[in-house]
């Protein structure tokens, strides 16, 4: 099993950057395909970026492409979403989970191939 523990979130202007970081308790944190998911006020959750075991092949959703980046630190036990070029429509609650049954190369895009999940970081783009 493992916990994830979001930070990074908070209060930006449009054309702004924000830096997302998702903490892994345990030492198999490589053993996990990763994800950034999104829900905002009204809607439903959604995938942003994910990325593989081995830190390659990431996906990222089409509303984001070019925009946020998805990287990962297998020795700190970390993942990260690098989001530029914030838009208003970028608001919400953002979630990194782990998907235990990956292979090392393949990527994760739907929310029930992750069984463990953060509590969240709220991120607000202000126009």
């Known amino acids: 099993q493992v916990q994830l523990v979001e930070s990074g979130g908070g209060l930006v202007q449009a054309g702004g950057s924000l830096r997302l970081s998702c903490a892994a308790s345990?030492?198999?944190?490589?053993?996990?395909?990763m994800g950034w998911f999104r829900q905002a006020p009204g809607k439903e959750r959604e995938i942003v970026a994910a990325?593989?075991?081995?830190?390659?092949?990431?996906y990222y959703a089409d509303s984001v492409k070019g925009r946020f980046f998805i990287s990962r630190d297998n020795a700190k036990n970390t993942v990260y979403l690098q989001m530029n070029s914030l838009k208003p429509e970028d608001t919400a609650v953002y979630y990194c989970?782990?998907?235990?049954?990956?292979?090392?190369?393949?990527?994760?895009?739907?929310?029930?191939?992750?069984?463990?999940w953060g509590q969240g970081t709220q991120v607000t783009v202000s126009s």
């Open positions: 989970a782990a998907d235990p049954r990956s292979s090392a190369k393949t990527v994760s895009t739907t929310e029930n191939e992750y069984d463990y």
């Open positions: 345990g030492r198999t944190f490589s053993s996990y395909a």
């Open positions: 990325i593989s075991r081995s830190g390659g092949s990431p």
